[in-house]
């Protein structure tokens, strides 16, 4: 796990390993960098530990981890932490206690702090138009886009893109590319090959060492891909119908590269836990190469066409309502599409269960799913 050290005599704080000693009673250590911030550190300008993957202890209680999730899928992007705080069952009041008490800082400092970081990511990293930052990070307007970066890093957007370093830069043909940080070790030949064997044909293709895959938001196609990049980083490319709001897909890449923000649960996630849950159950019924032909006719009936993208790629993924009424998946599909079964936001024990009550679905399979969706 990163350690963020900060030193009270500079107001600076820094990744792991950058610069000279400082005497140890100047300095406050701290788990993320979001704390570092809210206790009025600013960023090392050297060491940019705005950079580096986030994570949180695993000994952190579960409502608080179930609340960092939440934050990460965007539940604050429009609304307070009064909405967050009903989603888990608490006031906001006894929710900013236990996640400050724990991380050392409110759920609203915290999800700040991930939007700001992101986008001086996209400021270094890409060539979006600065409009396009702002919505891209999940900001609500150009006007609390320029706030917050100046509360976080003193300098508005316009002069941190102006002052980025050339070598951030990265090239894209179209697409948006961007660095998925990570704490080493991180196996991701390991990660690939996983995701290899578990692809569903049509929607999810892995090519040396680089998987590629099909999305559909909010019902428009789009492609992501996925593959080695540095010492310290992944490469995504993201080919998307707009740029609101990727700083979620971002993270819904992230995990389902297996970069999870808390470490004991690293391991390949899933993009759609849907998905991977019919994946789970028709490789549980049959054998290797009748699942793969009946996962490519589930793809092929009744998945949206994605044409022209190669590797293999020909639809997104159907959504639950459209595989109701099939003969195998159907009782599974019903289930989620009713509400019934809920990926997120419960124990892993519950969605077992509520999984494998399910005809046709084995433990087996149940438990399969729950450890990708985690
Ligand atoms: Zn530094």
Redesign the pocket.
Known sequence: MTTFSAVRTTG????PG??AKPLAENVRTFSLAAAAEAAGYRA??????YRVAQTVSDELPELVCRAVQLIIAGVLDGSGEEALGAQLGFSARHLRRIFFEHLGVTPDQFARSRRAHFARRLLDDSDLKIADVAFAAGFGSLRQFNREMREIFRASPRELRDGRRRSDRLVADGGLVLRLPYDPPYDWDATATFLAAHAIPGVESVEDGVYRRTVSIDGDPGLLEIGPGGDDHLLLKAHLPYWEGVIHIVDRAARLAGLHFRPARRGPGAWGPFEVAVGAVVRDQLAEQEAYAVLRKLVEVHGMPVPGLGHGLTHAFPSAEALAGDELIGPLAQEVAAGNIRFEGQSTELLIRSLAEVPGVSVAAACQVALRVR
Do not use: A, T
């Not at 600076?12 to 990744?15: A, K, L, P, Q």
């Open positions: 600076i704080y820094c990744r950058c610069g090392c300008l050297r060491c940019r530990p």
